[in-house]
């Protein structure tokens, strides 16, 4: 997965590399959708779009609330 997260990250913002990287080596990566190289993909393919991609969206959206209790919890001395 970190191989696709590197090739959209290139895709959408090709400024940032700038002249700086020539290349970029992909070791043990998938080319293709993870789903469909997962143990489960006959159960997963189907459920992607409807059920798995919004709950991504919605760990996205509370991502902070997330980052906020953690530092809340490190602070608490109780």
Do not use: H
């Not at 080319?31 to 190289?37: L, R």
């Not at 059920?51 to 608490?76: F, R």
């Amino acid at each position: 997965m970190g191989g696709m997260i590197l090739l959209t990250f290139c895709r959408l913002f090709p400024e940032s590399l700038g002249d700086r990287v020539a290349g970029l080596v992909l070791v043990d990566t998938t080319y293709t959708n993870p789903i469909k190289t997962a143990i489960l993909s006959q159960i997963l393919t189907p459920l992607q779009k409807p059920l798995i991609e919004p709950l991504l969206y919605v760990t996205i959206a509370l991502a902070p609330i997330s980052w906020l209790m953690s530092g809340l919890s490190y602070t608490n001395l109780n």
